[in-house]
């Protein structure tokens, strides 16, 4: 449980604020980190389970917006 609550989204915020320092290269590792999530929980438990596909939702969307927040705060400090 404390996988799936705490490590992983945590890990998907730090991805996705280390990918806004440079979107137009690293757009894509938010996606292929959940993309590996969901393929590696199918193959540990079973690939049936619906629910993995909303938690590699959710991881996703956190990478996504940490990265649109990193880059939106270093466009700040640029111009300040």
């Not at 993309?35 to 938690?55: K, Q, R, S, V």
Request: some cysteine; proline content about 2%; overall charge positive.
């Amino acid at each position: 449980m404390i996988l799936f609550f705490i490590i992983n989204p945590i890990y998907s915020a730090i991805l996705g604020y280390g990918c806004g320092k440079d979107i137009r290269r690293m757009w894509n590792l938010p996606l292929v980190s959940a993309i590996a999530f969901l393929a590696g929980t199918w193959i540990f438990f079973d690939i049936h389970e619906l629910w993995f596909i909303a938690y590699a939702g959710i991881y996703l969307a956190i990478g996504y917006i940490a990265m649109f927040i990193s880059k939106h705060l270093s466009r700040r400090v640029q111009k300040g």
